[in-house]
């Protein structure tokens, strides 16, 4: 199986702390992108790493990219109640792969 | 423009019934994505299409599911016979061609259910 990997799994945090996923993949890559999905909803892009970048910022987005470790991380600072969600990495070629995912909850 | 536009949003079927769903990418979009979300084993890519020609059906669990895009702007996953254990959420995405670094846009989804 091509699909990646993400932990954890499950996060929890109270509202205003920051959230950090991790994300392992297997294949080289052109990129790599982060995903949201509300529950039972789509998936929303959020934002996208080439793969000859090292770190990227989109407002209270920050990810992280180490193609040496085939790894990468996604933080989102001060969350907020409507930050929950599932995240997903994705990596792609030519197709799209998912890893498995990361659900945050976020407290009020 | 719209979006991808899946159909139907919700399918319920019995055991053995034929199901097709439905997928409009967004125009000028040339790469065409199905995809299988259920709780046990995430999001799975079934087929991808490149100018409607299926580039990658490994990911196809097995000969019962069968997807075709007779033209640019339209694609259908079928299931025939269904069994209970194809019940997940379908997804289908789009992006544009020849350029790698961007984001694949996804419909909403059809909810299907085998009973």
């Known amino acids: 199986s091509q699909q990646g990997e993400e932990d954890p799994q499950a996060l929890s945090i109270q509202e205003g702390e920051n959230a950090t996923m991790n994300c392992s993949y297997k294949t080289s890559i052109n990129n790599l992108q982060w995903y949201r999905q509300n529950s039972g909803r789509g998936l929303v892009h959020l934002i996208l790493i080439r793969s000859n970048e090292r770190e990227k910022h989109s407002g209270r987005l920050r990810v992280t990219l180490d193609t040496s470790k085939k790894s990468s991380s996604l933080l989102i600072t001060a969350s907020r109640a409507a930050d929950t969600a599932s995240y997903f990495c994705?990596?792609?070629?030519?197709?799209?792969?998912f890893g498995t995912g990361t659900s945050l909850t976020v407290i009020p | 423009d719209a979006g991808v536009i899946q159909s139907p949003r919700h399918e319920v079927t019995e055991m053995g019934q034929e199901v097709t769903l439905r997928c409009k990418p967004i125009s000028g979009h040339d790469y065409l994505f199905w995809y299988r979300q259920t709780m046990m084993r995430g999001l799975e890519l079934l087929i991808y299409?490149?100018?409607?020609?299926?580039?990658?059906d490994s990911g196809m669990p097995e000969d019962r599911f069968s997807a075709k895009m007779p033209n640019a702007s339209f694609s259908t996953l079928k299931i025939q016979p269904s069994e209970p254990r194809d019940s997940a959420v379908y997804f289908c995405?789009?992006?544009?061609?020849?350029?790698?670094?961007?984001?694949?846009?996804f419909g909403q989804g059809t909810r299907l259910t085998v009973v």
């Open positions: 995405a789009s992006r544009p061609t020849g350029q790698m670094n961007t984001e694949a846009f």
């Open positions: 299409f490149n100018n409607n020609v299926p580039i990658d």
């Open positions: 994705v990596y792609a070629g030519n197709q799209f792969y």
